[in-house]
């Protein structure tokens, strides 16, 4: 008898060890681990996000009281105000449009860009914004975000040029190759209850304070743009006021 289940565990055995699929590359590109992942200020809401070693991105907003779940596709980097009014995230490009821009050795300002994506987590509306680098929340201010633009696709602007004449051309061409040094780019801090905001040109970085009342960056002197001013900035966001804190 126990010879007789001695061989049926094996033959079972057999047949599932058989069913498993073997580890190979395709299996370690679908595995998951969870990514950011974190708690709003009053309890209400969770964000994860779950990633994949080859593919798409999922980020998931979990209403603890009315158990409710929202779920965008390809978000990452998610960050709730102070307030629980609101959160932002970044949406990737698809995978696959990333994979084939590195196979093309695409340049990096042709390189697919993120968007932002504001969500009002009261109403369940999402605001978006193509083409952005980074944003933004303070740690306390409960009304602020400021999100940096990434720099425009120059390939583009090259191609437009090219109708053009001969001697215009070159002049195109030669001040698109003075711009491989970092310019910066559009910064915009949006007032989120007022739904009011500002753009700053030419920045190449920027902070908020804790508290969010204060944020402070830096613009570069542009050879495009002549009346461009660079030096170290602070907007003060409650009295809408700039001061400046290094010229040049």
């Known amino acids: 008898m126990n010879k007789r289940l001695t061989i049926l565990f094996l033959f079972v055995a057999a047949i599932t060890y058989a069913q498993k699929k073997p580890l190979d590359h395709s299996v370690y590109d679908t595995w998951e681990n969870i990514g950011s992942k974190a708690i709003s200020d009053n309890g209400l809401w969770a964000n994860y996000g779950i990633m994949?070693?080859?593919?798409?991105?999922?980020?998931?907003?979990?209403?603890?009281?009315?158990?409710?779940?929202?779920?965008?596709?390809?978000?990452?980097n998610a960050k709730f105000?102070?307030?629980?009014?609101?959160?932002?995230?970044?949406?990737?490009?698809?995978?696959?449009?990333?994979?084939t821009a590195k196979i093309k050795k695409t340049k990096p300002d042709a390189m697919p860009k993120d968007s932002l994506a504001i969500l009002n987590l009261q109403t369940g509306i999402i605001a978006k914004v193509a083409t952005v680098k980074s944003f933004k929340i303070p740690e306390e201010g409960s009304d602020m975000i400021a999100y940096l633009m990434a720099k425009p696709d120059t390939?583009?602007?090259?191609?437009?040029q090219k109708n053009q004449n001969k001697d215009a051309q070159f002049l195109a061409d030669e001040d698109i190759d003075s711009k491989k040094k970092d310019e910066g780019s559009d910064l915009i801090v949006k007032n989120l209850i007022a739904q009011t905001q500002n753009t700053y040109k030419f920045v190449t970085d920027y902070e908020f304070s804790k508290n969010g009342k204060q944020l402070v960056f830096v613009c570069k002197e542009s050879k495009k743009d002549k009346a461009a001013t660079p030096g170290v900035f602070m907007l003060n966001t409650e009295k809408n006021t700039l001061k400046t804190l290094v010229n040049g």
Do not use: C, H
Request: aromatic content about 16%; hydrophobic content about 40%.
């Open 52 to 76: 994949q070693q080859e593919g798409n991105a999922m980020l998931y907003f979990y209403n603890i009281k009315e158990n409710k779940k929202l779920n965008f596709q390809r978000g990452v």
């Open 81 to 99: 105000s102070n307030d629980s009014k609101f959160a932002g995230f970044l949406i990737r490009p698809f995978f696959s449009a990333l994979r």
């Open 155 to 160: 390939a583009k602007v090259k191609t437009e």
